[in-house]
């Protein structure tokens, strides 16, 4: 027989002042799929009679703090110190072996404070959020960790046959994911990081083609904001060694407006890790917008493309592209490792060609122009005549890209 020692631990979190019932059930049901429960309570704003083997006090505790004292504070201060004892106390348990995977369970509360705590673990820890706010924007709650989130269809407001079904789904996803955790093992190889839409994938998955071929390893990410983001996270955790970023339109976004905006700071990261660069402005002339019939009224009288029936696409215009160049050449500037800087001066995108919706010779070269005066003289700059999607760009790209790692 398996002992308790021998079973994986699942952290079933949440407000037991108002979600007791639903989580005293959950926790039943991990135990029943072979797991042990820790039951976490992070109740913001009461103590509660359902026993939790991490608590108020405990959590308090981790931030120097009295728990009474933080039930007696306004519900906004009270909730920011739950959030962060809760991350505290969770972590610890994760590094300590104590806890191997987490699950939570809340209405817009309960998870804001158990998705605060599950950000901060390493990838690959499982991690689930039972909510009631899974069908929307869940970026504020997800981020760019790897939390799944699950509708709990219902609001979280007593148990009944509906939401059990959904309770006891979720307790055989997070037990699963537990028990089948691989950890992450690097292959040894140094890894590569390329930056991807829909409309730059030929050429980037032909580049990629030819660094794999050379021995590296190479990871795709989707420019989409998170996207660019967890890129630059990877490389900060020391697991990218060099980087093709050849879809920016995370830049566009941030400066124009778009949704797949990665921040003020993207472009950032691999110059101050001194990592190698190679550059291509793929995709600079796409601003990714709501659907159609939202897009913003500012916007309605630009070149607009529906990509699919939830996403809009708008062409950058002349003085959009400027703005891209100087923010490009203000990151690359500044970066400690080697920039090579490669533009395709046939076109940015699959429908930036001659005859396809966002074909814009001139918006182009106020891009291309911006980085000629704006670069400095030690980033190497390279033009090719071909369209991003050729194959003899995409081959160069490639190409480059080893040269720079053979050379580094």
């Known amino acids: 027989m398996t002992s308790v020692v021998d079973r994986p631990a699942v952290v079933v979190m949440g407000t037991m002042d108002t ?31 359902f026993k939790a083997d991490i608590g108020g006090p405990e959590i308090a505790a981790a931030v120097g703090r009295d728990i009474d004292a933080i039930h007696a504070l306004p519900r906004g201060e009270a909730v920011g110190l739950i959030c962060e004892g809760a991350a505290i106390c969770l972590n ?71 939401l059990q079904m959904v309770l006891n789904n979720a307790a055989g996803a997070i037990t699963g994911m537990v028990k089948g955790q691989q950890p992450y093992q690097p292959s040894g190889r140094q890894v590569v990081s390329l930056t991807m839409y829909g409309t730059t994938t030929p050429g980037v998955s032909r580049a990629r083609q030819e660094v794999d071929a050379a021995g590296y390893e190479t990871w795709v990410f ?37 949704l797949h905006d990665a921040g003020p700071d993207r472009l950032g990261m691999a110059g101050r890790l001194g990592l190698p660069q190679l550059i291509v402005p793929g995709a600079a002339d796409t601003i990714v917008l709501p659907p159609r019939d939202q897009v913003p009224d500012k916007f309605r009288n630009r070149t607009l493309n529906v990509h699919n029936p939830t996403m809009t696409t708008m062409r950058t215009s002349v003085e959009e592209n400027v703005a891209i160049g100087e923010f490009m050449a203000g990151k690359l500037n500044a970066a400690q490792g080697p920039v090579t800087v490669l533009l395709p001066k046939g076109g940015l995108s699959s429908i930036d060609r001659p005859g396809k919706i966002f074909y814009d010779p ?15 003289p030690a980033i190497t700059l390279l033009e090719d005549e071909h369209h991003l999607d050729d194959p003899e760009f995409a081959i160069r790209a490639g190409q480059v890209m080893v040269e720079m790692l053979k050379s580094r």
């Open 19 to 49: 979600k007791g019932p639903e989580l005293a059930y959950l926790a039943e049901r991990v135990e029943a799929f072979g797991c042990r429960a820790l039951r976490m309570d992070v109740s913001a704003s009461r103590a509660t009679e």
């Open 362 to 376: 001139a918006a182009n070269e106020a891009l291309f122009e911006t980085l000629k005066a704006r670069l400095s």
């Open 222 to 258: 989707h420019a989409s904001g998170v996207g660019g983001r967890t890129m630059e996270r990877l490389m900060e955790m020391g697991r990218i060694h060099a980087v093709m970023d050849m879809t920016l339109a995370e830049i566009g976004a941030h400066l124009v407006g778009g």
């Open 92 to 162: 610890t348990l994760i590094a300590e072996g104590k806890a191997h995977g987490v699950i939570g369970v809340g209405g817009s509360g309960g998870t804001t404070i158990c998705t605060a705590a599950m950000r901060p673990l390493p990838y690959g820890v499982p991690k689930l959020m039972v909510s009631t706010l899974a069908s929307g924007n869940t970026r504020w709650h997800v981020d760019i960790a790897d939390i799944v989130m699950m509708p709990s269809l219902l609001d979280i407001g007593g148990l009944n046959p509906m």
